[in-house]
């Protein structure tokens, strides 16, 4: 499943490269504009920030609900710093300088919500990061001098680059892609290194870990660093994709809609989080056009409910299924993506060693 | 090499450990005694897992209380501990590079040569091998820590006798390389095998400490463990 990941994905990517140009050819030019630009792009935005939290469940079995609050610090820090942003705060930086500051940002914060929860786990842990976050958030809200308050920083309109403008839905839409691809196929060659062998161990038996001679926390930390960087880069391009950033982006709405991305999609591969964005976005696009527009949510949470019972491990766990049921193989033990991985948390630390 | 000195752990009302002491030099030792006599308390003591209330640890004089079990680790002690512990998610082959370390005595490839039933199973994840195979496994991460000295917490535990038989050539060859070896058993024939001297845990206190050839007394094994090797 590992090895034949990266194949699979590969093949994904050149689809999405292509899709621009496919779409017209098989729909109407405005709809082929509207896939692209508002379901696509979109997806692959909050894919991303959906993935730093996909990183860190698969990987380090650490559940965060801090991460679209990081990714709203990269957002502000872009919207305070860059020239051209109303209100105009600091506004004294060009795009080239004020995203990689932005992207600092996130990571800082990633670093510190990862020390401030270092040592909670579990449900506690998606307590600490959840006030955390929404702590952050109420400040942003309230903080008329910084962050204009409730109503947010706009015209955050986004970098040409070599004459290409990010106003242009292709050129945003392969900018997206092409932060997604590069952080996605990152996050396979980062869970290979020692780093991330560390990390898996972690998950498995931290105890274990720290006998064999590595620093669990300082790991822990650190995979929260790169996780906020992620996010980061999802914030930047969110402000950009939304001309702009308001609170209401990093509420507990947008909150719980990352974790319900990621979840949907399945916490076992990072490739989880943008299936995931790709149906939430979907359906949260159509749901009201093809149901009754008061309740069209009642419609999104019985599709979400569907997928989470039909299977746990989320959409990528679909496909397994699917290939075991045609091949009629036996169930392997644990290699499967999301068999062992989107087991809770506590049933693995339960085999700890006794004291 | 270890220096244990009147090594004191309570756990809550619970008083495991009752002032153990021992001194590991370069000759393999084995502890032996009955369930629930502190022994695998004793190891994650040395290694720093549980807190020692009182006591000292030393490895070649330099005192490892306090020490985050990390720390420890990088010192020089690997434990092998009991049940293998080996990593659901991780293949052999990442159990390996995980630990592996460039330059060493050890490498990948040397435990490749020692147990080759592991360069067969490299792809295999860390709880799809047989109870012998995961033992490997747990001795040779072990062993790529290139430590000074190797505890190992009941290695013999549910293996067939042949596997037994090999994990006793294993332990040997380490010892003979100048590995220092502790050994915690409760299987006399591996102990006395492996071990020159066998210290017997009773209650949390080492009751006894004797060369390993006095162990086939069965006088002696009925007095202390309660049972008589070959016996059952």
């Known amino acids: 499943m590992r090895s034949r ?22 729909l109407p030019q405005g709809q082929a504009q509207f896939w692209t630009a508002s379901i696509l792009g979109r997806a692959i935005v909050f894919g991303i920030i959906a993935m730093s939290l996909t990183f860190l469940a698969t990987y380090g079995g650490f559940v965060s609900l801090a991460q679209m609050m990081i990714a709203g610090i990269a957002g502000y820090t872009l919207a305070i710093f860059v020239e051209g942003a109303v209100p105009r705060v600091v506004g004294l930086l060009g795009y080239g300088a004020a995203i990689p500051l932005a992207l600092l940002a996130a990571t800082a914060m990633g670093i510190l919500m990862g020390a401030i929860s270092l040592r909670s786990r579990d449900i506690y842990l998606l307590m600490i990061t959840l006030a955390l976050g929404m702590g952050v958030f109420r400040f942003i809200e309230t903080n008329i001098a910084w962050f204009n308050g409730y109503e947010g920083i706009r015209n955050v309109v986004g970098p040409s680059l070599f004459g290409l403008d990010f106003r242009n839905a292709l050129v945003f839409y392969h900018a997206a892609l092409g932060t997604a691809a590069l952080l996605y196929f990152g996050i396979l060659y980062l869970v290979k290194t020692p780093f991330g062998l560390v990390l898996q161990g972690i998950r498995d038996n931290p105890r274990r870990v720290a006998a064999l001679g590595y620093a669990v926390g300082l790991h822990r930390i650190a995979a929260f660093g790169v996780a906020g960087f992620i996010a980061g880069c999802g914030g930047v391009l969110s402000t950009i ?36 964005s790709l149906i939430f976005t979907v359906l949260d696009t159509f749901a009201a056009t093809i149901y009754d527009r008061d309740r069209f949510n009642t419609l999104i949470g019985l599709a979400f409910l569907a997928i989470v019972l039909v299977s746990p ?15 009629a193989q036996p169930r392997p033990a644990s290699r499967v993506c999301g068999e062992v991985r989107s087991r809770p948390p506590s049933t693995r630390t339960a085999k700890e060693e006794p004291p | ?51 020692a209330t009182e006591g000292e640890i030393a490895l070649g004089g330099e005192r490892l209380n306090g020490l985050p079990p990390f720390r420890i680790a990088r010192r020089g002690i690997a434990l092998v501990p009991q049940g293998r512990r080996t990593f659901p998610s991780l293949s052999v082959e990442e159990h390996l590079r995980l630990v592996a370390l460039r330059g060493a005595a050890w490498t990948v490839e040397r435990v490749y040569q020692t147990f080759p039933r592991l360069a067969e199973r490299r792809r295999n994840g860390g709880t799809e091998l047989s109870g012998g ?12 820590m290139n430590p000074k000295l190797v505890i190992m917490d009941e290695p013999s535990e549910g293996l067939a006798p042949v596997i037994v038989d090999q994990l006793i050539d294993v332990l040997r060859g380490l010892s003979n390389d100048g590995m220092g070896v502790l050994l915690v058993e409760q299987n006399l024939r ?40 070959g016996g059952h």
Request: glycine share 12%.
């Open chain 2, 190 to 229: 591996v102990a006395m095998a492996v071990a020159d001297e066998v210290a017997i845990m009773v209650t949390g206190r080492i009751a006894t400490s004797l060369p390993a050839k006095r162990l086939e007394d069965p006088e002696l094994q009925r007095r202390y463990l309660g049972v008589a090797a």
């Open chain 1, 241 to 276: 994709y939304n001309i702009g950033i308001s609170p209401g982006s990093i509420g507990l709405g947008a909150t719980v809609n990352i974790l319900i991305m990621s979840v949907i999609g399945g916490l076992g591969h990072p490739i989880g989080a943008f299936i995931g």
């Open chain 2, 1 to 51: 090499m270890l220096e244990v000195r009147d090594l004191h752990v309570r756990f809550g009302q619970a008083h495991i450990l009752q002032g153990v002491s021992l001194s590991i030099g370069p000759r393999p030792m084995a502890i032996v005694g009955r369930n629930g006599m502190g022994k695998t308390t004793l190891c994650q003591a040395i290694m720093g897992l549980v807190h």
């Open chain 1, 5 to 26: 990941a990266a194949p699979w994905s590969l093949l994904g990517l050149a689809v999405l490269l292509a899709l621009p140009w496919l779409l017209p050819q098989l």
């Open chain 1, 313 to 327: 491990d989320g959409a990528i766990g679909v496909g397994a299924r699917l290939r075991r049921l045609l091949t």
């Open chain 2, 133 to 144: 195979e995961q033992q490997m496994l747990a001795i040779a991460r072990a062993l790529l």
